[in-house]
């Protein structure tokens, strides 16, 4: 299994910018599919970006061309660069590591967007 922290959550103004990070434990990081997810209030949770063990990625489309997802293995790091902030970007964000036969999630970190 695999422990995932997420970090770099807040409040914003409409049109700024955060960096989520997420911390992962175990030694087969490299490996595994991570993503970023979702969930505002009454809502399901929905995958905002993802990125491979090759660095492929994907976004929502809701997302694509604002955020940026990226890794460091080094580091068993995994980041979403959330640019040109919306209100309807406000959500609990969790980060999710995919092996195949299983999945793990983090805690979730809320992001606010508001004035």
């Known amino acids: 299994q695999v422990q995932l922290v997420e970090s770099g959550g807040g409040l914003v103004q409409p049109g700024g910018s955060l960096r989520l990070s997420c911390a992962a434990s175990?030694?087969?990081?490299?490996?595994?599919?991570m993503g970023w997810y979702r969930q505002a209030p009454g809502k399901q949770r929905e995958l905002v970006a993802r990125?491979?063990?090759?660095?492929?990625?994907n976004y929502a489309d809701s997302v694509r061309g604002r955020f940026i997802i990226s890794r460091d293995n080094a580091k068993k790091m995994v980041y979403l660069q959330m640019n040109s902030l919306k209100p309807e970007d406000t959500a609990v964000y969790y980060c999710?590591?995919?092996w195949g036969t299983g999945h793990s999630w983090g805690q979730g970190t809320q992001v606010t967007v508001s004035s």
């Open positions: 999710n590591a995919y």
């Open positions: 175990g030694s087969l990081f490299s490996r595994y599919a």
């Open positions: 990125i491979t063990s090759g660095t492929s990625t």
